[in-house]
């Protein structure tokens, strides 16, 4: 066999990449020849070490789960539901108090500017409205932090 | 919607890890974790391409290693992609060329090393590889066989230690 071969395949097969079919032919011909399975030796050794300082000791990570394991459906329809209804009444009684005339101020009070509250909800309404988005079944931090930011601006 | 939902949804749970261990490998965990939804938010944005995706596991990992790219471009103090992180070498003790092998791999031309890595820590086939780095897989082979001859000739230098 061509030594240029024979080291492509030996390679290919410390690296696993070789079929079945051709390990097995391969390995017929290192039974009959000490030069060739002293290379393969050598150059899974080769692997095996370069295996060992690229790997890092395995760490224990966790998948994070899907959103739709940390909210059942029927538990998250309940929570939409009293989420609704209390930005439903939180509306109802924002009106009712808009609706109302304002105290008048003593007169030994002088009166301030209201505080300016500059509300930068940039991506709110676009993640909210993209139904990709929307039914996106993962958690992700960055948007929980988006969605956190935008409601504080909100406020 | 609901069958790219499920898709996607098996996608994370096939990957899903595999993907993540490919970048806690490369960043620390908690940016790898926001990657890694990164990846699936880009992946739910591109839904309409999943049923041409012929190597999941490769597209997951090419859309992963760009956000690592990114990640790093931003980063004030950016790794260079495929460097060895310091956390991540094993104790020296168990074998005497290990030094050695560290030194030649981080020795290794960058493209040659990122291939190495994706297929002897992610274990990626060949064809995976060519995929996530955008090169025909002959590349791919011969960048990997490269690598080994240089790394194997380290190990067969005669020792130089007294």
């Known amino acids: ?155 | 919607m609901r069958s790219d939902s499920h898709d996607i949804g098996r996608l994370y749970e096939q990957h899903g890890g595999e993907v993540l261990h490919y970048l806690a490998r490369r960043c620390p965990e908690e940016a790898a974790q926001d990657l890694l939804q990164e990846t699936f938010l880009q992946v739910v944005r591109s839904a309409d391409r999943l049923e041409g995706v012929t190597l999941p596991r490769a597209w997951l990992f090419g859309i992963a290693r760009h956000l690592l790219a990114g990640h790093f471009r931003r980063q004030a103090k950016a790794e260079p992609a495929g460097e060895i992180a310091p956390e991540t070498m094993i104790a020296d003790r168990e074998d005497g060329r290990l030094p050695a092998m560290r030194e030649a791999i981080a020795q290794l031309a960058p493209e040659l090393r990122e291939t190495l890595e994706l297929r002897l820590t992610d274990d990626l086939s060949y064809e995976e590889i060519a995929s996530v780095l955008g090169v025909p897989v002959g590349t791919v082979r011969s960048r990997l066989h490269n690598a080994v001859r240089r790394l194997r000739a380290v190990l067969t230098l005669p020792e130089t230690k007294p």
């Open chain 1, 1 to 155: 066999m061509n030594i240029e071969i024979l080291e492509a395949l030996l390679i290919d097969r410390a690296l696993g990449h070789l079929s079945p079919e051709v390990e097995v032919l391969l390995a017929e011909h290192l039974a009959a020849n000490a030069a060739a399975a002293r290379s393969a030796a050598e150059l899974c050794e080769t692997v095996a070490l370069a295996s060992s300082v690229l790997q890092p000791p395995a760490p224990r990570l966790v998948l994070p789960p899907p959103a739709v394991a940390i909210f059942p459906p029927r538990r998250a329809r309940r929570v939409l539901a009293l989420a609704a209804s209390f930005a439903a009444g939180a509306g109802v009684a924002l009106l009712a108090l808009r609706g109302t005339a304002p105290q008048p101020a003593p007169a030994n009070v002088r009166a301030s500017a209201p505080a300016t509250v500059v509300a930068h909800a940039p991506s709110l309404r676009r993640v909210e409205s993209n139904p990709a988005l929307r039914a996106l079944p993962f958690w992700s931090k960055e948007r929980a932090v988006t969605l956190a930011a935008a409601k504080q601006s909100n406020r």
